[in-house]
Structure formats: C-alpha cells, structure tokens
C-alpha cells in the first residue's frame, strides 16, 4: 500500500519518524510510483526560478479578504451547517451526519474544531484529513452545493 | 478586515492573525508549490490558480477552526488531489488551451489541406472510443504513460493497453486508404484544439 501524499512529503523532507521513515524508504525502493512522485518533490525545490512566479502576498489577502466578506454574509453561514450535514451525508449516512453536527454553533464558525477531531478518531488520520478537505471544497470555499437531505 | 478574536471559540483564528499565517507560508512555499504543479502540467495559469486556491482552501479550514499539524504536507497534498482533479475532468472535457488553439492556426495552410485534416480527424474520431481518444490527445501532448495514467485517474497498465490499441487502430486507417497520410499529423493537431466533432 502506499503511503499517502503528505507522508511522502514528510519523508521527502526528512521529518518523518524513524520507525515509519524505514518502512516508507523501504517502499519507495520498490516502487515506481513513489519515486515518480517523489522526482516531483525534488523538482519543486529546484533553485531556478519558475517560469513565471506566482502573485505577491499581497493580492492573495485581497482574494482571502473578498472571500471571507462574502462568506459571512448572514444568509450563506447561517446554510453552512446545512451545506456541511448535506457534505458529510453520503459518507457518513443522514443521521450520522446530523448527530456529527449537534454541537456546531449555528454560525458553523467552529465546524472543523467540533468535527475533524470525531472524523479522524473514527476514520483515521487519512481519510479523515481527506473528508474534511471535501467538506471545506464543497460546503465552505464553493458554495454552490444544493443543499440535499 | 477587522481583528475579531473570539473569545467564545478558541478553536478559530483571529483575522489578522491568521492572515499572517497565511502570508507567512505563502511567502515560503507558493514558488516550490508552483514548481511541483508544472511538474503534472504545462498549463501555467492553471498551476498558478491551483496554487491560488490550495491557499483559499487553506485560510477556509483555519478559518473554521481545523488545526494543521504539518501545513506544508497539507499544502502539497491539496494541490497534488486538485491538480488531479481538475486535470482528469479537463481530459474528459477535452479542455483546449489559447496556447494550443494559437498554434492550430499556424498549421493550417491551404484550404484543401484544411479540408483533408478536418476530415481525417473526423475518421480518427469514428474509429476511438472516447477514452482512446483521450489517451491519444495526452500522448500526442507530450505526456508520459505514467503521466497519462494520473490524469485519467487509471492504471498505468491501462493506458499501455490502450495506447497500441490506437496506434493499431490508426495504422489500419492508413492501411485502408481511410486517411490522407500527409494530414494525418495536421488532423491530430486538429484533433488537440478541438474537443468536438467539427462544425465545417
């Protein structure tokens, strides 16, 4: 099985724990895959520069600052947890998701605090990293998801 | 954007300082970030928007209270599963780049060799499935099998089965007289810029 992305890039940068760096270096021996993947890695730290380099910070806290005032208009964060609930329902079954979200304030300012930490004690650090990642694409960054029940 | 610490919620992250945060890592890693995302695409715009949103969604999480224990890890894996994402679906789509529609154009040269490659590519369309088709786009674009393989979401031993499939598919077509060999090249190109059948 391999190891997901972000273990590899932990490897990659030598930050992995001894016992999980020798079983994943052990891996990457044999695999061809890892080693495409980790042959990315090593070109994104090349020192020449790209062929274009992206934006200042500056115009990203322009996009951030834009995003945030029309995310918390009244009507979108008072959805959230629904968008969330409809998000997690395929995944998790109807009630699951409804029972997950019970303690979410009714702004949903403190969703990922109250449901990544049940997620990845019952799904794991992975997947659970993954499902929250999808919550955060569809139900909070793209709020067009129809909010389905 | 105003300085809203919440007292009641220790879990979000005030504006301003979040902000930081987010600058802090987007000064340190957005050019390694770009550079890994030219490494699964030629499309410069859409690496830079990639990277763009790997750090809207980054400030969204933090936004809502989720802690990060290894950002860079995180960062690299959002944009390696949307880089994937978005050019898996762009390859189904057939998704045509200003780049590539711009150097159609210089190909084209006389109108009955315009004709011949449209309706080459026409034949070439017929004869390939939809995912044969895809392969042939992506190969055509200069990618690797295993490149090939990641951007459709398949086994690399999937697209090594199909790739002698269409070249098979391809060599019968000449074989039979179905193409006009010396457009046969044009009418890929054709085939590169437009995700369609053609519209005369």
Redesign the interface.
């Known amino acids: 099985m391999h190891p997901d992305i972000e273990t590899l890039v932990t490897h990659h940068f030598g930050e992995l724990a001894p016992p999980l760096e020798k079983s994943v270096a052990l891996h990457v021996a044999g695999c061809a895959e890892c080693q495409l993947e980790l042959g990315r890695l090593g070109a994104a730290g090349d020192q020449t520069p790209p062929a274009e380099p992206p934006k200042g910070a500056d115009a990203l806290l322009t996009k951030l600052r834009y995003w945030e005032s029309e995310s918390t208009e009244t009507h979108s964060l008072g959805e959230l947890k629904l968008r969330v609930e409809s998000t997690l329902a395929p995944y998790l079954g109807k009630s699951a998701a409804k029972s997950l979200l019970q303690t979410v304030r009714h702004d949903g300012r403190d969703v990922l605090t109250q449901v990544a930490p049940l997620l990845t004690i019952f799904l794991g650090r992975r997947a659970a990293g993954n499902l929250v990642s999808h919550v955060v694409e569809n139900a909070i960054v793209n709020t067009q998801t129809t909010v389905r029940l | 954007?105003t300085d809203t610490p919440?007292g009641s919620?220790p879990?979000?992250v005030p504006?301003a300082e979040l902000?930081r945060e987010?600058?802090g890592y987007?000064?340190a890693y957005?050019?390694?970030?770009?550079?890994?995302a030219?490494?699964?695409t030629r499309d410069?715009d859409l690496g830079?928007d990639a990277?763009?949103e790997v750090?809207?969604?980054y400030?969204?999480?933090r936004?809502?209270?989720?802690?990060i224990e290894?950002p860079?890890?995180?960062l690299?894996?959002?944009l390696?599963?949307h880089l994937l994402d978005r050019l898996s679906r762009a390859a189904m789509k057939c998704e045509v780049s200003a780049d590539g529609t711009e150097r159609m154009a210089d190909l084209q040269a006389g109108a009955e060799m315009r004709m011949e490659q449209r309706q080459t590519a026409r034949e070439i369309e017929a004869r390939l499935t939809p995912r044969e088709l895809a392969c042939l786009r992506l190969r055509v674009e200069g990618l690797s099998y295993?490149e090939i393989a990641d951007r459709l979401g398949v086994r690399?031993g999937t697209v090594g089965a199909l790739l002698p499939r269409v070249y098979t598919k391809l060599r019968e077509g000449v074989n039979e007289g179905a193409f006009f060999t010396e457009s046969t090249a044009g009418a890929l190109f054709f085939l590169l810029g437009r995700g369609q059948p053609y519209a005369s």
């Open positions: 954007m919440d919620n879990g979000t504006g902000e987010v600058a987007y000064e957005a050019v390694q970030l770009l550079r890994y030219e490494t699964h410069l830079k990277v763009q750090f809207l969604r400030f969204a999480e936004r809502f209270g989720n802690r290894n860079r890890a995180w690299y894996r959002v390696h599963n295993q690399i």
